[in-house]
């Protein structure tokens, strides 16, 4: 009995054992004023704009994806010493690096600015995930309550993917599929929805 209660256990304990890396960043005044974003090692990451919120947006990175922002966390040592600059700058925002093996401790950093280029190079991973959520929410707020607004929001997304920073881009598909083939949309809005979605699933 105790070894059928052990196996059923198992599947629990390897969940809770893989490893994650949580961004989080604070800014009083700016939009959003509060991020946090989270990603384990199968790239399911979450995002949200308040600590407190019980259901943030869920969604999976490519396996490319999740390799390189762990990557990153690995050459920064797990987040294992200080990685601010120390330089006389402007308030950027506190933002923080946390690491979580899953079966130990976990280990954060907090810092302003820093130089260092594995940092800036993970930092710019998670501002191009919170670029892409905001657009997600954008265009999410539009499908709903404002269906003139779609077009920009379908527009701005486009320039955000031309720029190379729409991150996990099929989490879109389900809110421009919903535009395509409901009429009560601009048409110009549905015929690029259908461009987009198009243009999405053709990416491998």
Avoid: C
Avoid at 17 to 35: D, H, L, M, Q, R
Avoid at 57 to 71: H, N, R, Y
Avoid at 137 to 148: N, P, S, T
């Amino acid at each position: 009995m105790r070894l059928a209660g052990f196996l059923f256990l198992l599947p629990l304990i390897a969940a809770a054992a893989e490893p994650k890396i949580t961004f989080s960043k604070s800014f009083p005044g700016s939009v959003p004023a509060y991020v946090e974003i989270t990603v384990d090692k199968t790239g399911a990451a979450e995002y949200k704009e308040d600590p407190k919120d019980e259901d943030p947006l869920k969604f999976q990175l490519q396996p490319e994806e999740a390799s390189a922002i762990f990557s990153l966390g690995d050459r920064l040592d797990h987040f294992n010493h200080a990685i601010e600059s120390g330089l006389k700058v402007a308030n950027m925002g506190l933002k923080t690096f946390r690491y979580d093996p899953g079966d130990g401790a976990s280990h954060e950093v907090k810092f302003n600015y820093s130089e260092d280029p594995e940092a800036k190079t993970l930092l710019d991973w998670f501002e191009r995930i919170s670029e892409t959520e905001r657009a997600l929410i954008d265009l999410e707020r539009a499908v709903r309550f404002d269906k003139l607004g779609v077009q920009d929001a379908i527009l701005r997304i486009e320039v955000t993917r031309d720029q190379k920073r729409l991150i996990a881009e099929k989490q879109f598909l389900p809110l421009l599929d919903r535009v395509v083939k409901n009429e009560s949309y601009l048409h110009m809005a549905r015929e690029r929805a259908a461009a987009l979605t198009e243009s999405i699933r053709a990416t491998k």
